[in-house]
């Protein structure tokens, strides 16, 4: 069964940024996550779309 989530590691992996990095993107609520377990799951969804329009700005 796929995940339709992100964990921060996956973030750090798919983006090349550090663990604080990720962390300044989560406060800044740019795309949904929730913390369950003192861990934080970030929307596969929100933050795919996300991921898109910042590549491809003049689709956003």
């Not at 992100?6 to 740019?30: A, H, Q």
Request: proline fraction near 3%; charge should be positive; include cysteine.
């Amino acid at each position: 069964m796929e995940r339709n989530y992100y964990t921060v590691k996956d973030i750090m992996e798919i983006l090349g940024i550090s663990r604080p990095t990720v962390y300044s993107l989560l406060k800044k609520n740019l795309f949904r996550w929730l913390m369950l377990g003192g861990k934080y799951r970030i929307s596969k969804q929100s933050f795919d779309e996300w991921l898109e329009c910042a590549m491809n700005p003049q689709h956003g």
